[in-house]
């Protein structure tokens, strides 16, 4: 019973976070090339891998023996949060670089379940939600599989709501206000954790 709650506080964060991010506009584009089943199956896949190496390295630092270090990482933890809310707000220039190395991956002909978790596997190195994994894993450090299963499933169903619901949420909300309400979120759990660590 336990094991639930980081489960769900994973699977908001990654959800929510998930929301209007590249990555989820790169699934978008795989919308039209390959099967929606096909398309989660892979999102699924690269998620595990990369939310799982995340998780797995924030737990190993949660782990650690000295109390005050790793009240340290948490307050450190809080604190990022914040800084991904508030960095969410500030307009910002897409990297070049990364998104034609992902359209080269794309426009592969290699199987799609493997293209789009080789694309959720680079897009999300160093993003919000792997950095967020990253502080899911020092706060619950002893449930790791819960958290890798809710990052994973986060993913999966913040990317299908965007697959299915795409086109009818782009009439009633903006990219802008979705991402809003993701950066509050981020600065909602940054300041609840500080003040209740």
Known sequence: MHALYPFFISFIMIFLAELGDKTQLLVL?????????????????????????????GSALGLLKNASFVHMLKYITYITFLIIGILGFIPKKHNNNENKFLKKISNSSLNYVFIIALCIIIGEIGDKTFLASVGLGVEYPNYKISLIAGAAL????????AIIFGKILEKYFSNKIIETISNVIFLLFGVIGLVFI
């Open 29 to 57: 584009s795989f919308a039209s090339k390959s099967r929606v089943r096909n398309i989660l199956v892979g999102i699924a896949l690269g998620s595990l891998f990369s939310h799982g190496i995340a998780i797995a390295f």
């Open 154 to 161: 986060g993913m999966v169903f913040s990317n299908s709501m």
